[in-house]
């Protein structure tokens, strides 16, 4: 079984700065692709940030030039940098990932979300 456990959530002010964190563990042969998603109340989720097994990065139009997505494929990690928050980044954050847990099974998992809020 492979879990996804993200951290690094919390109450920051306007302006200030945030890592996320998440963490595979499990029955791991690779893990390909890892995302960011958020979802505000009273909306839809939406991605935030890719990135790709080889390092490659897209971001939404919103946080570009404010977030950097990277990972540590020795660790199995992806994290989130948010920086210049502002109170329309508050969110509940989850981390995706594309998980092949043995030649030719790849699914895809998501953690539990961790809370941003960014308020004065």
């Known amino acids: 079984q492979v879990q996804l456990v993200e951290s690094g959530g919390g109450l920051v002010q306007p302006g200030g700065s945030l890592r996320l964190s998440c963490a595979a563990s499990g029955s791991i042969l690779r893990v390909n692709s890892m995302l960011w998603y958020r979802q505000a109340p009273g909306k839809q989720r939406e991605l935030v940030a890719v990135?790709?097994?080889?390092?490659?990065?897209n971001y939404a139009d919103s946080v570009k030039g404010r977030f950097t997505i990277s990972r540590d494929n020795a660790k199995n990690t992806v994290y989130l940098q948010m920086n210049s928050l502002t109170p329309e980044d508050t969110a509940v954050y989850y981390c995706?990932?594309?998980?092949?847990?043995?030649?030719?099974?790849?699914?895809?998992?998501w953690g539990q979300g961790t809370q941003v809020t960014v308020s004065s």
């Open positions: 990135i790709t097994s080889i390092g490659s990065t």
């Open positions: 995706n990932a594309g998980v092949t847990v043995r030649a030719g099974s790849t699914r895809t998992y």
